[in-house]
């Protein structure tokens, strides 16, 4: 039995937006998120009923994220670099020594971290995603794991939160 | 630099407001590109908050809390599509009527209607309830004699006890032939509150 549309997207919606970040950084990641609801909305009724609907969802948010790097031609992640002549930077960002180091992830481990540790989808929907073998997107997400913590100490082993 | 863990890479503080304003998005570019099947909001009444539901051919569905709003949702989803979103705008014409209906200041409801979820006889009846007037009552067997098969009287009460659009078509104005109030897809309070609203006006 198949629940109606709103209900995936109250479900799955904070989780993909998250990704969507993780992916994009803060400034791309709405027009993701939307451009992948849309296409949901469109698919939703071929979608068989036994789907895992949240890595179906993350498997289009990763389709579309490529296609908004591809479109902009930028690096993902852009650093928001401000004109020489700025006087008045405002406010940093939040998270700036974050997005710093998620920005600084080779591409795979930083998808890689976003399907396992946010999406929270096992590693063989994660390899089916990204391409090549489960224990391939293992490594990719232990070594993304660990690549942020040598660059952002404050992230925390999981389950250790205090 | 804030402690966090893994899972909680990517969240902002400001979530809930931008996933309510993507929300509102994706039920206006849904809507955009005839992606919106069926559409629903709820509005509060006297008789208790009503779930309206509507394709893009008009107002398909009205159901009372006690029918369960979750339930009725999962229903249309089977039955119509599952492509169904929160987008109250395209229900914005029928919650105005119903809110002057409510206030006493309205007499007929003239949004479109879509009868897709009934079939036969039922919709023939759904189709001429609307002939009785506003205030005034029928007993089952004069709406049998209305539609033009005088001894279907049992069907018509069946066909008013699964209107799918109560309130907006006035299966309340249908009574036993003692004048006794009969059965209502709302409970007995909430055909007597029309009755009186109606009545009062």
């Known amino acids: ?68 790097l591809r479109a902009t031609g ?19 960002p939040p998270d700036d020594d974050l997005w710093a180091a998620v920005r600084a992830l080779p591409a795979k481990q930083r998808q890689a971290v976003a399907y396992r540790y946010v999406a929270g989808l096992p590693y063989a929907e994660i390899a089916a995603i990204l391409g090549g073998s489960t224990d391939a997107a293992r490594r990719a997400a232990a070594d993304g ?15 250790a939160r205090s | 630099m804030n402690d966090l863990t893994p899972a909680e890479l990517g969240a902002s503080p400001d979530d809930a407001d931008i996933l309510a304003r993507l929300r509102r998005r994706l039920a206006a570019d849904a809507a955009g590109a005839d992606l919106l099947d069926v559409a629903y909001t709820t509005v509060d009444t006297p008789v208790g908050p009503l779930l309206l539901a509507a394709t893009p051919r008009g107002l398909v569905r ?11 949702l999962t229903t249309l989803g089977e039955r119509l599509s599952p492509r169904i979103l929160r987008a109250p705008a395209r229900l914005d014409p029928v919650a105005r009527e119903l809110d002057e209906y409510f206030a006493g200041r309205r007499r007929t409801f003239d949004v479109p209607l879509d009868l897709g979820l009934s ?15 506003y205030g005034e009552t029928r007993s089952y067997g004069q709406v049998a004699a209305l539609v033009g098969n005088p001894r279907a009287v049992r069907a018509v009460g069946t066909a008013c006890a699964t209107n799918p659009l109560p309130v907006v078509v006035p299966c309340h104005r249908v009574l036993r032939a003692d004048g006794s109030l009969g059965g209502y897809i709302g409970g007995a309070d909430a055909k007597t509150a029309l009755l009186r609203l109606e009545a009062a006006a």
């Open chain 1, 1 to 68: 039995m198949k629940q109606p549309f709103e209900q995936v997207v109250a479900q799955h919606g904070p989780a993909v937006l998250r990704v969507c970040r993780v992916l994009l950084g803060s400034h791309d990641a709405e027009d993701a998120w939307s451009e992948t609801f849309v296409a949901a909305l469109r698919a939703y009724p071929d979608l068989p009923a036994d789907a895992n609907v949240e890595a179906w969802l993350v498997t289009i948010a990763h389709r579309k994220a490529i296609d908004v």
């Open chain 1, 74 to 92: 930028r690096r993902p992640l852009p650093v928001d670099e401000l004109p020489e002549t700025a006087t008045d930077p405002g406010p940093p």
């Open chain 1, 145 to 159: 794991i660990k690549n942020l913590r040598t660059t952002y100490p404050g992230l925390l082993t999981e389950g």
């Open chain 2, 62 to 72: 009205v159901a009372y809390a006690s029918e369960d709003h979750d339930q009725v």
């Open chain 2, 119 to 133: 079939h036969g006889f039922r919709q023939l009846v759904q189709r001429h309830l609307p002939e009785i007037g």
